[in-house]
């Protein structure tokens, strides 16, 4: 009997999984021989309870790190590695729940396998299970508790609910003998309890490991299964060992003459070659010592041949004075470029240098500030339990990388170059955006490219419209350009010096406002207009009292009044003064303003208005201020003690804020704020309830998209029901789509 066994492994096909199901399956089997031999091949299952996509992210890693650690472990056998990989894998998706923003209810089981030789060995957290198809009996493993570990603090001790739930568990294991033609499935407790025992055994022993997944996923989906349905199917098969087929027998002359010297079967054949091959060789060594002789005696009679004297000229050509000059030219050239190296040498030695009672402090400054900052950068590096000191202990760690920030720029200014300092600053740069939520931004694309299509284009603002559309307005040639959300394409649609259905003449764009199925355009002729979204045609709209705003004013924003009627109120921040101006309509369509606004601030906020960078309408009236936004609730500015923004937590190693942009979205079932801030080229995301600090993307350090972040002149952000959101920027050159995972 052989001790080789082999594999045959049916995995789920991904087209046929229900959109909710985010389970994971994971399997290796190593093709070094000496691998093969003392680790075997691991196989891994993750049962996941719920739908979130950065859960499933967060899973995919734990597997993948359980996967290295399990096969780099050789202080143990099979099974103390695969405990050890499982228990390290819980700790790192413990410390990192938070962080990730995994939800309390979900959970994450994991099956993990390894068949080394004819062994099985099988770790266990949480309800995922394995089976094992034998003689027609179907068995569980690990097989459930012995009598003697009924007690339910063992239990608890050995079997964990999830992975990630406690600091310190230990794995439930079991290792067991292998047979030929024996079938073992990782399955999901959801699908197992769907499809039925019976029904799993019988596809487990009578079809092919892929026949047997396919048919066991169908059902679950003809059952009306949900959720979890990870599945795994692996056939133990034997492979016959290697025998010799023929005996090796040497190799024979076929003639018994053969392997000795040629001879000619003519008797003095030979002899007569050999005498006429030695007899050509003798003729040609006569001939070459004939040639020379003839050469010598020629030599010997040309030497008593009288020769003519040489004349010399006796006058220099025009050829030699032209010469002459050219040379004189080339010296005299080669010494001016010598005096002026001379000159440059001694320019560059006057100039200030350290000398070597200033040099040599420097280099010792910079010397140690190195060896501080990497020491202080390795401190924040050492993972203990799997966890660096990022994650243990966030405030040591804050003040060991502001401390190794200051040492790189001491050793910066003692004359280190940039270039010897950019490992180590990188190091700093991915622990500081760990500790300060930073996102680099990784997916980006420009959706359009407006100044390539449009002559003359200076882009000042951007909306975003209620059917995904992205409206421009251009202040270079008075235009307004409506971009399509889907596929880029772009189109004026308003545009100065237009006389539109005869109604007048439209100045240049001004003010830019969107609700309901509409956009506003207020020109700088103190003109209103309205633009239908599906039409997309200019009607001219009566608003009373446009005379009277600031020509300072930048700030409109508008707000569906009486859902489902399509009208709402147009709100404007006056430049001047300050005061915020409300249009409210009658309750007839089309929308116009016949009554001139009226005040909407109740009160003074503690906030000058008029220093407002951008607005935002919802529920609520939010101002961007510097620093800071101003809630405003029914007329009424709330105080900065009642309600702010969360300055960001890096602000010891980031420049004074300077926020220019706000829009707001929901995801999932959170609502934010999303503010640009242009003095350090990032967008900040804060709770809208209370104003608190979520996270912040920034480009990435290097490469083509390093600087997308700079200049940034318009932000929208759609809401999404789950996953990550989509902002739409405006640059200069066009819009740019990105995501903010």
Do not use: C
């Not at 047997?212 to 996923?217: R, T």
């Not at 003809?222 to 087929?245: F, H, P, Y």
């Not at 300060?436 to 000042?460: F, H």
């Amino acid at each position: 009997m052989s001790n080789r066994l082999a594999t045959r492994i049916g995995l789920p096909v991904l087209e046929e999984r229900a959109p909710d199901a985010i389970d994971i399956v994971l399997f290796e089997e190593p093709a070094v021989g000496a691998l093969a031999r003392t680790k075997g091949s691991l196989f891994l299952l993750a049962q996941i309870t719920g739908t979130d996509s950065g859960l499933a992210r967060a899973t995919r890693e734990t597997l993948q790190a359980l996967q290295r650690d399990y096969y780099y472990d050789l202080s143990t056998g099979v099974l103390g590695a695969l405990a050890k990989a499982l228990s390290n894998a819980n700790r790192r998706l413990y410390h990192g729940r938070a962080r990730l923003g995994i939800p309390k209810r979900a959970s994450v089981s994991v099956i993990a396998l390894v068949i080394r030789g004819r062994e099985g060995h099988v770790a266990k957290l949480g309800p995922a299970s394995a089976v094992i198809v034998r003689d027609g009996r179907m068995f569980e493993l690990p097989p459930p508790p012995a009598v003697d570990e009924e007690d339910p603090r063992v239990r608890q001790r050995r079997v964990a609910a999830t992975l990630g739930e406690a600091l310190e568990i230990e794995p439930y294991t079991w290792k067991g003998e292998l047979a030929p033609d024996d079938r073992v499935a990782l399955v999901s407790r959801n699908l197992a309890q769907t499809v039925g025992v019976d029904e799993m055994k019988r596809a487990l022993a009578t079809l092919r490991p892929g026949q047997a997944v396919e048919h066991l996923q169908h059902l679950f989906a003809i059952r009306g299964g949900k959720g979890s349905d990870g599945l795994m199917a692996i056939e133990i098969v034997e492979l016959e060992a290697t025998a010799t087929t023929h005996h090796l027998e040497p190799v024979r002359p076929a003639e018994p003459l053969a392997g000795l010297p040629d001879q000619s079967p003519v008797p003095l054949a030979d002899a007569i070659g050999r005498f006429g091959h030695r007899g050509g060789q003798a003729l040609e060594s006569l001939r070459a010592a004939s040639a020379r002789a003839v050469l010598y005696l020629l030599n010997w009679i040309l030497a008593f041949v009288p020769r003519r004297g040489p004349e010399y000229p006796r006058s220099v050509p025009r050829t030699a004075h032209v010469e002459a000059g050219r040379r004189r030219r080339t010296g005299l050239a080669g010494m001016i470029v010598l005096a002026a190296l001379v000159a440059v040498g001694v320019t560059v030695a006057r100039l200030g240098s350290a000398s070597p009672t200033e040099a040599i402090p420097k280099a010792a400054v910079a010397r140690q500030a190195i060896a501080q900052a990497s020491e202080l950068i390795g401190s924040v590096e050492k993972a203990v339990d799997g966890a660096d000191l990022v994650d243990r202990d966030p405030e040591r760690a804050k003040s060991l990388l502001n401390d190794a920030f200051a040492a790189l720029g001491r050793a910066s200014s003692a004359g280190v170059a940039a270039d010897s300092l950019a490992v180590l600053q990188r190091r700093v740069d991915r622990r500081l955006d760990a500790l300060y939520r930073v996102t680099r931004i990784g997916e980006a694309s420009t959706l359009a490219d407006l100044a390539a299509a449009y002559d003359g284009l200076k882009a000042a603002r951007m909306i975003s419209a209620s059917d995904g559309s992205l409206w421009v307005l251009d202040d270079g040639r008075g235009r307004v350009i409506r971009v399509d959300g889907g596929d880029g394409t772009a189109a004026v649609v308003f545009r100065a010096g237009t006389d539109y259905a005869g109604t007048g003449v439209a100045g240049a764009p001004w003010l830019l406002a969107t609700a309901a199925t509409d956009v506003v355009v207020v020109d700088h002729d103190r003109q209103a207009w309205r633009i239908d979204l599906k039409e997309r045609v200019p009607r001219r709209m009566q608003l009373a009292g446009a005379a009277r705003i600031s020509p300072r004013t930048t700030l409109a924003a508008a707000l569906q009044h009486r859902p489902p009627l399509e009208i709402f109120n147009l709100y404007v921040v006056d430049g001047a003064s300050g005061a915020i101006l409300r249009w409210t309509p009658p309750a007839v369509i089309p929308v116009e303003y016949p009554d001139l606004p009226q005040p909407y601030l109740t009160e003074a906020a503690d906030l000058a208005p008029a220093r407002a960078r951008d607005l935002f309408l919802d529920a609520n009236l939010w101002l961007l201020q510097a620093a800071t936004v101003t809630k405003v609730s029914v007329g009424l500015p709330l105080p900065q003690e009642d309600y702010s923004l969360d300055p960001p937590p890096d602000g010891e190693v980031r420049a004074a804020l300077d926020y220019r942009l706000l829009d707001g979205a929901t995801v999932g079932d959170r609502e934010y704020l999303y503010v640009y801030d242009a003095a350090n080229a990032r967008i900040l995301a804060f709770q809208r309830g209370d104003g608190a600090f979520v996270r912040q993307w920034m480009a990435p350090r290097d490469g083509p998209t390093a600087g997308l972040l700079d200049g940034v002149r318009g932000m929208a952000v759609s809401s999404v029901a789950e996953g990550p959101a989509v902002a739409y920027l405006l640059t200069a050159e066009g819009v740019v789509r990105i995501v903010l995972e």
